[in-house]
């Protein structure tokens, strides 16, 4: 694919998951990369790794920032864009903690509300005027299937991912008719190092709704979000089992609440 060959792409949390699958996708698509996340070791060895993809390419930049501090993106962001241009921004950084609603505490909620959408806000309203006085870019963001259904034990988290649900389909409606893209992505489970932080802390209730279904390699995701983004799709689910649980739920609701209602009792009443 010629997309992103060439172009000046900025990925968040590319320094590991499905972040760093979609830069070394993206590096091998002759594209420019800058990668922004808070560890700067972790950046390193990304950098590292993607350096050996397309020998001779444009070195890999890396920025380390946290997002959610707006002071800090508004002081070094903007000296960046100035050497860096960025035509494809992809927002993929985010933070997740499962638990039942009362048991988690303010704090989670307000770290997965700053991290997974008030985050990608700060980054958008700073890379998107060059997008726009340049009329060429593409936004893409990472929601999550916990941001098109609501699950058991991601009260906190199924409210970011829906606030970046909401945002991207305003923000397609502005600025589609000024020829900048914008996509969102929704993944299931997917083989992360957030997954494998996470599942000890999943609730029995939430394991019992996700069943046995396998998890999503990282590498299955980016290639659906690289994909997805060549062909213009706002919309990315990238797995069929989700595209179906999804339809299922918008179109039967009252038979998806009744399946959701029925792993929960049975999940309960083994704890």
Not at 4 to 27: D, P, Q, Y
Not at 196 to 205: M, Q, R, S
Not at 225 to 253: H, N, T
Request: net charge positive; hydrophobic share 45%.
């Amino acid at each position: 694919m010629d997309y992103f060959r060439n172009e000046r792409v900025l990925v968040t949390g590319g320094s590991s998951g499905i972040g760093l699958a979609t830069a070394g996708l993206l590096r091998r698509q002759g594209a420019h990369l800058l990668l922004v996340a808070r560890d700067e070791a972790k950046l390193a060895r990304a950098k590292s790794e993607l350096d050996t993809i397309a020998s001779g390419a444009e070195p890999v930049r890396t920025l380390s920032l946290d997002l959610r501090d707006r002071a800090a993106v508004d002081a070094k962001l903007p000296g960046v864009l100035a050497g860096f241009p960025v035509d494809v921004l992809i927002s993929n950084a985010g933070v997740v903690m499962p638990g039942r609603f009362l048991e988690l505490p303010d704090g989670q909620f307000d770290d997965m509300m700053q991290t997974n959408f008030l985050g990608p806000v700060h980054l958008i309203r700073t890379v998107l005027p060059g997008m726009l006085e340049r009329k060429h870019g593409h936004v893409a963001m990472m929601s999550s299937f916990a941001g098109l259904i609501g699950i058991y034990g991601y009260t906190a988290y199924s409210a970011s991912k829906f606030a970046i649900r909401g945002f991207a389909q305003a923000l397609r409606c502005e600025l589609k008719p000024l020829g900048i893209r914008v996509s969102v992505c929704y993944p299931p489970d997917t083989e992360t190092p957030q997954l494998e932080f996470e599942d000890p802390y999943k609730p029995a209730e939430t394991r019992a709704i996700a069943g046995n279904v396998k998890a999503l390699s990282a590498e299955y995701v980016a290639q659906a979000l690289v994909s997805g983004m060549a062909k213009g799709q706002f919309q990315i689910v990238p797995s069929a089992s989700a595209r179906i649980q999804e339809w299922a739920y918008r179109m039967l609701p009252g038979v998806a609440h009744a399946m959701f209602d029925s792993d929960i009792r049975k999940a309960g009443a083994k704890r």
